[in-house]
């Protein structure tokens, strides 16, 4: 797949230095908006403008919002004022709005003093929102029906009106502004009466949210409804807007890609990798990797303060990487595991004496097992096969107990800490991987020495 996108790219990049805008018509024209968009987002600078101008109106407004953001504002920088207006009337509000929101501040006065008064207004109300809020990735072009329509007037509506809606499948009966049900478009085309009054055969079972709504909370409706769209009211319960399903799978995917950056210890960010420079993935790994460094320096107080125990048992030393890497991983599958089950709504705060001890019975059984095949592998490889004479049965006591513990302190550590910080307005996957690991690691050390002084001194 890689290599034959190359390949076009290169066909394509040639066919117009070359000036064959006619071949190149030829091929692009057969392509899907979405390859197209791929395929444009890989192009220089120079070959970029010329191959977008080549496309028709229509295609081109399927193709442009499809495009990363980069290749958004290059092609803008160059489009003349009437390609900009030409562009701007294919997009649907939301796309308008999302490329306004994302564009430096000097490309989005120009985008909107092209765009015009109807459409300028209604991105200047979406921006108004929160930008996790449902208002914010709602669009304003769906289709509106009466209660009193026929089912006749209804379908000649939708004819006229449909081309420039987002979606038709769904249509919303309101009054004086006001959601009252929905109409599904296959029922209309199936109903055989004509004459027959929308609301005899609307839906008044509506489901819908307010333009605050978190958007997540968008996302967990349409997963657990099967929906394809939602329609957004505000406080009065009139109709802003509608959320189609392409819009929740933007949402989905950004709210995936965020929680995977702050789990592995970055900065979130809209780029993709692939447009990202070094120094831009450097801004956002830094910090965290500035924090975990000097969070790591009470491990080091813990060793030094330890020191005359690890130089009168020196055999000691040798199991501290294993003791931290376990106690780590163990947090880390219990964080990730809580913060996955927070995102699907499956636990709530409530749920938390519940969590702790399903992940507490999980840790004996997971402490006790690696426990017993420690102690196994201390006693058979590193004394009789190694011939390491300073691990003792009392030395091999002492690290099989500390895994023991230690696994149940992390367990414990990495199912609440995700928790409390969802209950406190954070997002819990900053409680994931990087965090728990170090917070354990200290745990992890405290708890060895302790019980190696206990237990051999």
Same mark, same amino acid.
């Given at each position: 797949?890689?290599?034959?996108?190359?390949?076009?790219?290169?066909? @394509?990049?040639?066919?117009?230095?070359?000036?064959?805008?006619?071949? %190149?018509?030829?091929?692009?024209? *057969?392509?899907?908006?979405?390859?197209?968009? /791929?395929?444009?987002?890989?192009?220089?600078?120079?070959?970029?403008?010329?191959?977008?101008?080549?496309?028709?109106?229509?295609?081109?407004?399927?193709?442009?919002?499809?495009?990363?953001?980069?290749?958004?504002?290059?092609? &803008?920088?160059?489009?003349?004022?009437?390609?900009?207006?030409?562009?701007?009337?294919?997009?649907?509000?939301?796309?308008?709005?999302?490329?306004?929101?994302?564009?430096?501040?000097?490309?989005?006065?120009?985008?909107?003093?092209?765009?015009?008064?109807?459409?300028?207004?209604?991105?200047?109300?979406?921006?108004?929102?929160?930008?996790?809020?449902?208002?914010?990735?709602?669009?304003?072009?769906?289709?509106?029906?009466?209660?009193?329509?026929?089912?006749?007037?209804?379908?000649?509506?939708?004819?006229?009106?449909?081309?420039?809606?987002?979606?038709?499948?769904?249509?919303?009966?309101?009054?004086?502004?006001?959601?009252?049900?929905?109409?599904?478009? =296959?029922? +209309?085309?199936?109903?055989?009466? !004509?004459?027959?009054?929308?609301?005899?055969? !609307?839906?008044?079972?509506?489901?819908?949210?307010?333009?605050?709504?978190?958007?997540?909370?968008?996302?967990?409706?349409?997963?657990?409804?099967?929906? %394809?769209?939602?329609?957004?009211?505000?406080?009065?319960?009139?109709?802003?807007? %509608?959320?189609?399903?392409?819009? $929740?799978?933007?949402?989905?995917? =950004?709210?995936?890609?965020?929680?995977?950056?702050?789990?592995?210890?970055?900065?979130?960010?809209?780029?993709?990798?692939?447009?990202?420079?070094?120094?831009?993935?450097?801004?956002?790994?830094?910090?965290? +990797?500035?924090?975990?460094?000097?969070?790591?320096?009470?491990?080091?107080?813990?060793?030094?303060? *330890?020191?005359?125990?690890?130089?009168?048992?020196?055999?000691?030393?040798?199991?501290?990487?294993?003791? !931290?890497?376990?106690?780590?991983?163990?947090?880390?599958?219990?964080?990730?595991?809580?913060?996955?089950?927070?995102?699907?709504?499956?636990?709530?705060?409530?749920?938390?004496?519940?969590?702790?001890?399903?992940?507490?019975?999980?840790? $004996?059984?997971?402490?006790?097992?690696?426990?017993?095949?420690?102690?196994? =592998?201390?006693?058979?490889?590193?004394?009789? &096969? @190694?011939?390491?004479?300073?691990?003792?049965?009392?030395?091999? #006591? /002492?690290?099989?107990?500390?895994?023991?513990?230690?696994? @149940?302190?992390?367990?414990? $550590?990495?199912?609440?800490?995700?928790?409390?910080?969802?209950?406190?307005?954070?997002?819990?996957? $900053? #409680?994931?991987?990087? *965090?728990?690991?170090?917070?354990?690691?200290?745990?992890?050390? @405290?708890?060895? *020495?302790?019980? /190696?002084?206990?237990?051999?001194?």
């Amino acid at each position: 797949m890689a290599q034959s996108k190359t390949i076009l790219q290169d066909t @394509l990049r040639v066919l117009a230095e070359e000036k064959r805008y006619s071949t %190149i018509k030829d091929i692009i024209l *057969f392509m899907n908006p979405a390859d197209l968009a /791929a395929l444009f987002d890989t192009l220089d600078e120079k070959t970029l403008p010329v191959l977008f101008r080549l496309l028709p109106r229509d295609l081109a407004g399927e193709v442009f919002p499809e495009t990363e953001r980069d290749t958004q504002e290059t092609l &803008i920088r160059v489009f003349s004022d009437s390609e900009l207006k030409q562009i701007l009337e294919g997009l649907f509000t939301d796309d308008a709005a999302d490329l306004v929101e994302e564009m430096p501040a000097n490309v989005a006065s120009r985008i909107l003093s092209q765009a015009d008064n109807t459409l300028r207004s209604a991105i200047n109300q979406i921006l108004k929102y929160p930008e996790d809020s449902a208002g914010s990735v709602m669009t304003t072009e769906f289709v509106e029906l009466k209660e009193n329509m026929t089912v006749s007037q209804a379908l000649d509506h939708i004819r006229n009106v449909g081309l420039d809606k987002e979606t038709v499948y769904t249509c919303y009966v309101t009054r004086a502004g006001k959601l009252l049900a929905t109409v599904a478009a =296959k029922d +209309l085309l199936v109903e055989k009466d !004509m004459n027959r009054k929308i609301s005899e055969i !609307m839906d008044e079972n509506v489901i819908s949210v307010v333009t605050t709504t978190d958007r997540e909370e968008v996302a967990k409706l349409f997963q657990k409804y099967n929906l %394809i769209a939602l329609p957004v009211v505000d406080a009065e319960n009139r109709l802003a807007g %509608i959320i189609t399903f392409d819009d $929740v799978m933007d949402v989905m995917e =950004k709210e995936a890609t965020e929680d995977i950056t702050i789990m592995s210890g970055q900065t979130p960010y809209e780029k993709s990798y692939s447009n990202s420079s070094p120094f831009e993935l450097y801004l956002h790994r830094i910090p965290w +990797l500035l924090i975990l460094m000097v969070s790591a320096t009470f491990t080091g107080l813990i060793i030094t303060s *330890f020191e005359q125990a690890l130089a009168a048992q020196v055999v000691l030393t040798a199991f501290i990487p294993m003791l !931290m890497d376990t106690g780590g991983n163990s947090g880390s599958q219990s964080s990730v595991t809580v913060i996955r089950a927070i995102s699907l709504g499956e636990i709530e705060f409530r749920d938390l004496p519940r969590v702790m001890g399903k992940e507490l019975l999980t840790a $004996v059984f997971c402490g006790l097992s690696l426990g017993a095949v420690c102690f196994a =592998k201390l006693m058979l490889i590193d004394r009789l &096969i @190694l011939g390491n004479l300073a691990v003792t049965i009392p030395v091999a #006591m /002492a690290v099989c107990l500390t895994i023991m513990i230690t696994v @149940l302190v992390a367990k414990t $550590v990495g199912c609440t800490l995700p928790v409390f910080a969802w209950k406190l307005g954070f997002d819990p996957a $900053v #409680m994931a991987s990087p *965090f728990i690991t170090t917070v354990v690691d200290a745990l992890s050390l @405290l708890i060895y *020495f302790t019980i /190696a002084s206990l237990i051999l001194f």
